[in-house]
Structures are given as structure tokens and as C-alpha cells.
């Protein structure tokens, strides 16, 4: 797929600052005309990428039947395209040390309430194999910024982490979110085999990005703007990029979260694999107020906008979210999810008795529901929970528009492999409800498998009932 870069105030090169606030405030001016929006869902619905302006028109509907049109579009799109698979996740927090002053996060270097930790290579292995052992095969870790985190030593971490097998678990997968690194950074931390590496702008509205970071190298704006550029241009292929919602205006915040995808497809014909929408949560004492708190419905209007705008990428909904909007916004286009999160230091590996004592998360979070309990929701509700890390492992990276791209490549390689994964969990992990609710979701689903591989992968799910594993197209 090759990206047809469109023209904006500022021309789209690597490692140029790309935002004009004034083009994004004048764009979201711009009043719907009668039947535009419609025309807008259609587009999206053929599977076509929305301009900034048509974006923007989407996100300047306040007439609440328009905004029901375009959350119907949303669900109509993800139901098409992607069907009923979510991704898990666990993130592992490896490490609180940091340097830098992000008023709403409890890491900040200024927190002297907070109880400093990194993870040594026996906690970090025994907080693995904890997650191993209820069924997570994909975890993205977690760092503050500081001299320790180096390229090296993340790079290590990320080795440690494969190495892990616990029964038959293992992760297949690691991802990151850590400090932007300078290109031969990024070099060696994609040597170690990570999946893909989150940064998020957390807002891309420069004044407020100076009030909200007020010391460390995070305080320099162009500098968090581009680095993501230096990722791409060191062969990391998978990105994955965010806003922090709170901060400032949620219109400006998602028009400018696709203006940096249309960067990304400018300058590398690759648009980010994930997008993230985090909504700022209370954390240890906060240092500042948050007047643009994103309410609910604002909320579910952004992730439906974002379906529509840019329908090729993972949305990651986390559990920063309470259990009611993490189930509602699901229909909307979420596909990742995190189940079975604990964000305070090493808590994977300690008795949730002991929780307490750890006093080290970053934020409150909302959904603290183990991972078998959220399979269970899943598969109640007619969700197919995928383990899946097949893409990146057969080579298939930087293409993940594929799966709405070529046609047929859900039914040939996401939806077996959500079979076949849901299939190991089953077997290893699940409960004898859970397993009984799960086969007989696998069995309804295989008939949406492509019919050339429906022999292949019922015989892939003997051979892991008979205890083969990582079976994977
Ligand atoms: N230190 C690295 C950085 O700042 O990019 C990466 C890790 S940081 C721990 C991960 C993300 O958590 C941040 O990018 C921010 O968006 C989010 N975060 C921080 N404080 C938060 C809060 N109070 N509520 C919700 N999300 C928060
Ligand atoms: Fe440090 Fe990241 Fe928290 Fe900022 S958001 S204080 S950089 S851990």
C-alpha cells in the first residue's frame, strides 16, 4: 500500500517538527455541510484512509444523530474489517527511576513520596514467569526515563524476557514503552527482537506540553514530536504513538494524533501499528489540575473517530479504564487489550495481600480483573481472545495495514491463529467452565477461517490438544 502524501502547512520530512497548531485550529472551524458525514462514513467504509479535513468534519459533529451515525460507522467498520478478535497484553513495569517532571505522573522526579525500584534480573524473571503462568504470551515493558534505562540495558531486559519458559508458556513477544532513543539506541534495542516501541506526544499542543513537563530531556517538545522518526530510520518498523487525554483539547489532541499518522505514511509509507488514547488518571500526589478532562461519551466519540480516520491500525484500549467503558467501547474498534495489569514494581510475583506495601504505581488503575476473568467476559460475549505474535515472528512487520489491505488475510493468518492460540490457552490455563465455553467458541469460529485452511487447522487443534504448541500460520 503506498500512501499519497497530502499537502499541509508544513512539508513532511523525517525529523522536522510536522504540527502547525494554526492549520489544526482552522481546520477543526470547519461546520459539516448537509450529508457530508455520511458521504465521510462511506468513504472509511470502502476502506479508504480519511483525509485531515474529513477528519476533521467527523470530529466537529455535534448534532447528536451525527454523532450516532459516526459510532455506527465505527462498529460497522471494525465488525467488517476485523471481526470479533481482541488482542491481550500485559504491560510490565521494569522500573520507576526517572528524571524528568510530568506533573501528572506519579514517577516524576520531583515525587519524593515515591518508592524508587528497578527490577534485578531475578525479580524480573520471577514477575515473568508469574505472568507466564496465567497464560500472558505478550507483554510490553514499562521504563521511566533515566541514565540506567540505556539502549543496552533495555535491550537486555528484553533478551531476559524470551529467555523465561515457565511450563509451556513463554513470551513471544515484547514490546515497549520507554524514553525516545537516538537512532544506534533504537538499533540495539531492535537487535533484541522487540515488537514494537510506543512513544506517546502525550500532547501535541506545544504550550501545554511546556506547562505540563517542566524539567529532563522530556521537556524538549520537537525533540518527543520526532522521535519516533528515529525509530523508523534505525528499522523499527512497528510504532506506536499516543496522546495523554486530559491535558488539552480532545479535538485538537485527535486531529493532531492523525496529522503525526499522515507524518509516519509521508515520510516511511508506514503509518504506526498501534494508538493509544490513554485518559489521565489520578496519581501520588498531583502536582497540577486537569481542565480538560475527556468525559465518556467524548470518549467514545474519539475512538470511533480514530476507527473511521485511520482503519488499518490497533487501537489499545488499557485498564487506566473502568470495566463498564472497556466493555462498551470494545464494539467501537478497540482491538488490543490489557487484562490481568498490575502496574505497581514486581507485582506480578507478590501476593496481591502484599500490593499494598508496593506503593509504586505510576496512576490508578480502573480495571483490575485477573486475565481469566476478562477471557471468560470475552468468550461470554462472542469476542475471539487472540494471543497471536505470528506477524512479526514470520517477518510480516511494518505491513500491519495488511489485515485490511489484502484480502482474505484475516481469514487466513488472524483468525486461525486466534483459534490456535485461544486453543493453548484453553488447554494450559483455562478453568473446565472456561474451557468447555472456549472449545465450543473455537468450533463456531472455524467456519470463518478461509475454507483452503480449515482441514489445516483443525488438525493443528488435535495436535495441540495432544499437547503440540506455538502452532502458527
Ligand atoms: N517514561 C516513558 C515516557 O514518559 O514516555 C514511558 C513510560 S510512561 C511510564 C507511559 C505513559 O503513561 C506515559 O507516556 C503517559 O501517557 C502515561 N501516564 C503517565 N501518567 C499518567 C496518569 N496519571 N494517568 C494516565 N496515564 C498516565
Ligand atoms: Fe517519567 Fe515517563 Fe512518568 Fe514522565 S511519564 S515522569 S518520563 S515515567
Not at 59 to 67: K, Q, T
Not at 85 to 112: D, H, M, Q, T
Not at 166 to 175: A, P, T
Not at 204 to 225: I, V
Amino acid at each position: 500500500m503506498k500512501f499519497v502524501p497530502q499537502k499541509y502547512a508544513i512539508e513532511d520530512i523525517p525529523l522536522k517538527p510536522y504540527i502547525d497548531n494554526k492549520e489544526i485550529e482552522d481546520l477543526l472551524k470547519i461546520i459539516p455541510e448537509p450529508g457530508e458525514v455520511s458521504k465521510i462514513i462511506t468513504k472509511a467504509l470502502s476502506k479508504e484512509r480519511l483525509s485531515l479535513r474529513e477528519t476533521a468534519i467527523l470530529i466537529n459533529s455535534e448534532d447528536s444523530r451525527l454523532i450516532d451515525e459516526i459510532k455506527e460507522g465505527a462498529r460497522k467498520l471494525k465488525k467488517e474489517v476485523y471481526g470479533n478478535r481482541i488482542v491481550l497484553f500485559a504491560p510490565l513495569y521494569v522500573g520507576n527511576l526517572c528524571r524528568n517532571n510530568c506533573s501528572y505522573c506519579g514517577f516524576r522526579a520531583s515525587n519524593k513520596e515515591e518508592i524508587r525500584h528497578t527490577l534485578d534480573n531475578e525479580e524480573l524473571v520471577n514477575n515473568v514467569k508469574a505472568l507466564e503462568n496465567t497464560g500472558q504470551k505478550r507483554l510490553i515493558l514499562v521504563f521511566g526515563e533515566h541514565e540506567k534505562y540505556s539502549p543496552d540495558y533495555i535491550a537486555e531486559c528484553v533478551r531476559t524476557v524470551y529467555k523465561v519458559k515457565e511450563k509451556n508458556g513463554e513470551i513471544r513477544r515484547v514490546n515497549i514503552n520507554a524514553a525516545p532513543l537516538e537512532v544506534e539506541g533504537f538499533k540495539k534495542v531492535k537487535d533484541s527482537g522487540i515488537g514494537t516501541y510506543q512513544i506517546f506526544q502525550e500532547t501535541y499542543h506545544k504550550e501545554t506540553y511546556g506547562k505540563y513537563h517542566l524539567g529532563g530531556k522530556k521537556a524538549d517538545f520537537e525533540n518527543r514530536l520526532t522521535s519516533l522518526d528515529k525509530a523508523q530510520i534505525a528499522g523499527i518498523d512497528d510504532v506506536g504513538i499516543g496522546v495523554l487525554f486530559g491535558l488539552y483539547d480532545w479535538k485538537f489532541e485527535l486531529l493532531s494524533l492523525v496529522r503525526h499518522v499522515n507524518h509516519l505514511e509521508a515520510c516511511f509509507n508506514v503509518g504506526p501499528h498501534t494508538i493509544s488514547f490513554p485518559r489521565i488518571q489520578d496519581a501520588s500526589v498531583m502536582d497540577n489540575s486537569f481542565p480538560y478532562k475527556v468525559s465518556d461519551e467524548e470518549f467514545v466519540r474519539i475512538i470511533s473517530i480514530l476507527r473511521l480516520a485511520v482503519p488499518y491500525t490497533g487501537l489499545i484500549l488499557t485498564a487506566r479504564e473502568p470495566e463498564n467503558i472497556r466493555k462498551e467501547v470494545l464494539e467501537f474498534g478497540c482491538s488490543q487489550i490489557d487484562a490481568g495489569t498490575k502496574i505497581e514494581i514486581g507485582a506480578y510475583a507478590k501476593p496481591d495481600s502484599e500490593k499494598q506495601n508496593l506503593r509504586r504505581e505510576q496512576f490508578k488503575i480502573n480495571d483490575d480483573r485477573s486475565l481469566a476473568e476478562v477471557m471468560e467476559e470475552l468468550i461470554d460475549k462472542g469476542y475471539l481472545p487472540s494471543f497471536c505474535t505470528s506477524c512479526y515472528r514470520k517477518g510480516r512487520t511494518g505491513q500491519h495495514f495488511m489485515e485490511f489491505s489484502v484480502p482474505g488475510f484475516i481469514k487466513k493468518y488472524c483468525t486461525p491463529n486466534a483459534l490456535l492460540t485461544l486453543a493453548e490457552y484453553l488447554m494450559d490455563y483455562a478453568s473446565e467452565n472456561v474451557k468447555e465455553k472456549g472449545w465450543k467458541l473455537i468450533l463456531k469460529n472455524i467456519t470463518t477461517v478461509d475454507k483452503s485452511l480449515q482441514e489445516e487447522v483443525i488438525k493443528r487443534l488435535v495436535k495441540i490438544k495432544q499437547g503440540e504448541r506455538d502452532l502458527y500460520l
